[in-house]
């Protein structure tokens, strides 16, 4: 039995960062309408004015999905934690992790890069690493 505890301890980071994530996505959706009027100052100095409804509606969006994705890949990772207590799922595992990794990476628009980073090495780690087979001894003593 091969202990896997350095993908175990990652995969946790992991979750505990997504979840973080989830947390982000939902300071974002509790902005106030001065934090966008101030956000609006800054682009009109800019030259790009937008109206605040529109910038509050994108704001909620990318906030909701911020904590949709966050919490998607939160689950695959815990899921991905439960299968590695046996070898014979450490590949399932490896490619929950994987993929949970690509959804971060596409759902953030790569904002979440540490997790997406964690997750990438766990799931090759989980892939690779084989365990060890005992070196036969020979029948015949020398």
Same mark, same amino acid.
């Given at each position: 039995?091969?202990?896997?505890? /350095?993908?175990?301890?990652?995969?946790? !980071?992991?979750?505990?960062? =997504?979840?973080?994530?989830?947390?982000?996505?939902?300071?974002?959706?509790?902005?106030?309408?001065?934090?966008?009027?101030?956000? =609006?100052? $800054?682009?009109?100095?800019? /030259?790009? *004015?937008? @109206? !605040?409804?529109?910038?509050?509606?994108?704001?909620?969006?990318? /906030? $909701?999905?911020?904590?949709?994705?966050?919490? !998607? *890949? *939160?689950?695959?990772?815990?899921?991905?934690?439960?299968?590695?207590?046996?070898?014979?799922?450490?590949?399932?595992?490896?490619?929950?992790?994987?993929?949970?990794?690509?959804?971060?990476?596409?759902?953030?628009?790569?904002?979440?890069?540490? @997790?997406?980073?964690?997750?990438?090495?766990? /799931?090759?780690? *989980?892939? !690779?690493?084989? @365990?060890?087979?005992?070196?036969?001894?020979?029948?015949? @003593?020398?």
């Amino acid at each position: 039995m091969m202990k896997r505890k /350095g993908e175990k301890v990652m995969g946790i !980071i992991s979750i505990v960062l =997504n979840i973080i994530g989830v947390g982000f996505g939902a300071l974002i959706l509790s902005l106030d309408s001065s934090s966008y009027e101030q956000f =609006n100052e $800054i682009l009109k100095e800019e /030259g790009e *004015a937008l @109206p !605040i409804e529109t910038l509050q509606a994108a704001a909620n969006a990318f /906030g $909701i999905q911020f904590m949709v994705v966050s919490a !998607i *890949a *939160a689950v695959l990772t815990l899921v991905g934690v439960i299968f590695l207590k046996t070898n014979r799922r450490a590949v399932i595992s490896g490619i929950l992790f994987l993929v949970s990794a690509v959804t971060l990476l596409i759902g953030t628009v790569g904002l979440a890069f540490v @997790p997406i980073i964690l997750l990438i090495v766990i /799931g090759l780690m *989980a892939l !690779i690493r084989k @365990p060890k087979t005992e070196a036969h001894i020979s029948e015949y @003593p020398s």
